[in-house]
């Protein structure tokens, strides 16, 4: 089967790999209907850790081919939507709703035993407690808004949970990436008031007002952070959206929040530690947030994407098949496209 | 009046000053039948800032000598605790629960135009927002307790809020001062079922398992870090209570918080920034805590110190008048003395 593999900064190849298939009684095989590309494969992209080899893509929907023994809950043939992590759906962590805190779990695409999602096939370990059977079929109009609770929608959703968004709330968002449009999408959901998203990209902006953004920063550094407070009446925003993951949007995030706010953090850091731990103490402001336990609210928010209340697949705009998949990371990371879907 | 001033690192003394007395409607001022030195007030004695003749104290219990004209809820007479911050009690942070946001608010003993506490009287700031009245003549029994409602009991609480203590959870808590000791009261009261009090001090150890703690751990550093985990099954504590404020003491609450787990800051920090991004990242951990808005926590900590089921004053172990305050301070300082109160 053909696959994703990145061998260095900017070297990302579409080669013949073994066949995925059953390895554990709990696995799954999935073919690969919809995949796309994270603005998180971009870090490896400019050059992170090495990557060697490494197979990429942790969000898909794809069809179920095969399982094994122990997979129960699964069957052939549903068409299900993968997580960007794998969890048992049995531990305690899984049990609290963490499930990318798994003690059986992993993330795919990261290197090691686990492929990646930009591929023909894909084999998914925990099938049972990982995959989640969609109502619909493989070629639903749907298909792109379904995608993003793969990942982007529920990690737009988590940061919006771990800034404790409640109805009437100003919010920030970092980010005009597709986590953080999704973020809009999110804070809207659960009732804030004022959205400001903060961002310079005139067509994501443009998407961000259209998924309810009632504000735009589109400074930098200090000013932005001058003109959040400026918009927020002097005081901050109650919650903060980080979607980016680099030192100046983690500064910008603790920056802004209010007094009482909280700051949910979604973008991998690029930083060793959070500053400002004196006026985040004197103001008391929260910072939560991590890798999101997107499995925890498929259901919750594929409830909405169903009833048409949310549309976060429009942050697709561009798909390609998997020979386009090395040109799609290059107009990503340009900025030439916000998320690239990939049909293998 | 006579006053407790610090003039630098170790000096502190006791003078005549000018008696308090009413600057604005809003002020009261009460004569100080209780006060205390805190853990906080040590900082300078140790050489912070410049603090060249400050009033120093920020807890007391006193009864109501003068009101201002505006002054409605509070009459003459009143036996009142006083939160170590002052508030209006009508701002959109007091109305949320964050008195110590308030915009009309600040700090007592912290130098400026609002006095100390461990003086003779004090003049209130907001006098209706900031005290409260408590049911008992300016002797009684209870008075140790009540005096801890105007800091280090709500501030435990405060940690433990922060930290999101709930019944069932395994709590960790940092440092075996008043605060501490109040946490595991706080965590205890929350309803934690496995509490860690990390320190090494043999009194306060065997009071901390009076107040509920079930384990100890007295390593230090790596050790410690390695116990905690030991203790929890490996996983790590549901919430830490950050009751120190060094930086090591903020290493080790975000190294033994489990994923999904919850640090409460209430130490004050003497550290730049909050370690451990990635880590804190990647476990899902939340950081939060500061000033402990402890008006907030007044009523529903008072009730339970009336009806015997939580004695905090018991972290009291000494007891003098003013001219025996700044021995007090070499006490606590030298940790012979756990929490001085002082009846000027």
């Known amino acids: 089967?053909?696959?994703?593999?990145?061998?260095?900064?900017?070297?990302?190849?579409?080669?013949?790999?073994?066949?995925?298939?059953?390895?554990?009684?709990?696995?799954?095989?999935?073919?690969?209907?919809?995949?796309?590309?994270?603005?998180?494969?971009?870090?490896?992209?400019?050059?992170?850790?090495?990557?060697?080899?490494?197979?990429?893509?942790?969000?898909?929907?794809?069809?179920?081919?095969?399982?094994?023994?122990?997979?129960?809950?699964?069957?052939?043939?549903?068409?299900?939507?993968?997580?960007?992590?794998?969890?048992?759906?049995?531990?305690?962590?899984?049990?609290?709703?963490?499930?990318?805190?798994?003690?059986?779990?992993g993330f795919f695409g990261t290197g090691g035993e686990v492929g990646g999602a930009q591929a023909e096939a894909l084999r998914i370990p925990q099938a049972d407690g990982t995959l989640f059977a969609l109502p619909v079929g493989e070629d639903d109009a749907l298909m792109p808004s379904l995608l993003t609770l793969s990942d982007v929608m529920g990690t737009g959703h988590h940061a919006a949970v771990s800034a404790n968004v409640r109805p009437g709330d100003s919010v920030a968002v970092i980010g005009d990436g597709a986590v953080g449009l999704c973020g809009v999408i999110a804070a809207r959901r659960l009732g804030a008031e004022q959205i400001i998203i903060m961002g310079r990209h005139p067509d994501r902006i443009a998407l961000a007002r259209e998924f309810g953004a009632t504000d735009v920063v589109s400074e930098r550094g200090e000013a932005a952070i001058a003109r959040v407070r400026e918009l927020t009446g002097g005081l901050g925003a109650h919650s903060v959206l980080e979607c980016v993951g680099t030192q100046q949007a983690v500064h910008t995030s603790v920056a802004i929040a209010r007094p009482g706010g909280a700051v949910?953090?979604?973008?991998?850091?690029?930083?060793?530690?959070?500053?400002?731990?004196?006026?985040?103490?004197?103001?008391?402001?929260?910072?939560?947030?991590?890798?999101?336990?997107?499995?925890?609210?498929?259901?919750?928010?594929?409830?909405?994407?169903?009833?048409?209340?949310?549309?976060?697949?429009?942050?697709?705009?561009?798909?390609?098949?998997?020979?386009g998949v090395p040109d799609g990371y290059r107009a990503m990371n340009e900025r030439e496209a916000l998320k690239v879907m990939v049909k293998p």
Chains 1, 2 share one sequence.
């Open 264 to 323: 949910g953090r979604v973008g991998v850091p690029h930083y060793e530690a959070v500053p400002a731990a004196r006026e985040t103490f004197y103001r008391n402001v929260s910072v939560a947030g991590g890798p999101a336990p997107v499995r925890a609210y498929i259901a919750e928010l594929l409830a909405d994407v169903m009833e048409g209340r949310i549309e976060p697949g429009r942050v697709f705009d561009r798909t390609v098949g998997l020979d």
């Open 1 to 105: 089967m053909r696959a994703t593999l990145m061998y260095k900064a900017g070297d990302v190849r579409i080669e013949n790999v073994l066949d995925a298939a059953i390895r554990q009684p709990t696995d799954a095989v999935i073919r690969i209907t919809r995949a796309c590309i994270c603005g998180s494969d971009l870090w490896p992209y400019n050059g992170g850790p090495n990557v060697e080899g490494q197979r990429m893509g942790h969000e898909s929907i794809g069809v179920v081919e095969d399982i094994g023994s122990d997979v129960q809950r699964i069957k052939r043939g549903d068409v299900v939507v993968m997580p960007f992590a794998y969890s048992d759906g049995t531990c305690l962590f899984c049990n609290e709703g963490l499930q990318t805190a798994c003690v059986h779990g």
